[in-house]
Every structure is written in structure tokens, then in C-alpha cells.
């Protein structure tokens, strides 16, 4: 089995900034893409961040410039910095991998159970 277990999330005000961490556990032979997602209240869940198992990053636009992924292999570990946070970046934020259990190169999407951001105004 696999598990993915986020934290860090919180509140805080405008213009603050939390860091997010997810670990990936269990049965893992390789990672590859990790990512965040976010889902606020009475919207669809929507991608925030994403790197590659090589470091390549891609970011929705709203967040360019103030959130930054990045990932530690050796610990199987994800990382989002959030800066200049402001009230519409309030949601639940779920991490998200493929990984591969076995030599085989078939990867499944594995998601954490998901931690609540929460920012005022």
C-alpha cells in the first residue's frame, strides 16, 4: 500500500505564507510526477503545481510568481511555499503522485486525504 499524508496547512492572513509538505510512504519503487491540487468550497478541483522527477515545474497562472513546489526524492517528499497569500487561495489542498510499486514502469495516482488552508482578510 501506498499512503500520501499532507501538512502544514493553517490560518493565516492576507499577505502571509505557509509551506506545505506531503510524504509519500509504503510499497514505493518510483515517483513520478508529484503535484498539488486545490478544491474550494462549491468549485471544482483544480491543479496549482506540478515537477516532474527531474525538477520541471508547471504552476496555474494564479499562483505564478507566489508559490513555489519542490520535492526531496530522497525522502519521497513534496514541498509547496506559499507567499503573498490572499483570500481566494482559501481551499482544501490535496497532494497528489504516480507511482510505480513494482520494476514494472506502471504508475497509479495516489492522493492524500487533503489539508485546509484558510486565508482572512
Known amino acids: 500500500q501506498v499512503h500520501l499524508v499532507e501538512s502544514g496547512g493553517g490560518l493565516v492572513q492576507a499577505g502571509g505564507s505557509l509551506r506545505l509538505s506531503c510524504a509519500a510512504s509504503?510499497?514505493?519503487?518510483?515517483?513520478?510526477?508529484m503535484g498539488w491540487y486545490r478544491q474550494a468550497p462549491g468549485k471544482q478541483r483544480e491543479l496549482v503545481a506540478a515537477?516532474?522527477?527531474?525538477?520541471?515545474?508547471n504552476y496555474a497562472d494564479s499562483v505564478k510568481g507566489r508559490f513555489t513546489i519542490s520535492r526531496d526524492n530522497a525522502k519521497n517528499t513534496v514541498y509547496l511555499q506559499m507567499n503573498s497569500l490572499k483570500p481566494e487561495d482559501t481551499a482544501v489542498y490535496y497532494c497528489?503522485?504516480?507511482?510505480?510499486?513494482?520494476?514494472?514502469?506502471?504508475?497509479?495516482?495516489?492522493w492524500g486525504k487533503g489539508t485546509l488552508v484558510t486565508v482572512s482578510s
Open positions: 497528489n503522485a504516480g507511482i510505480a510499486t513494482s520494476r514494472a514502469p506502471v504508475y497509479r495516482d495516489y
Open positions: 509504503g510499497s514505493i519503487f518510483r515517483i513520478n510526477d
Open positions: 515537477i516532474t522527477n527531474g525538477g520541471a515545474t
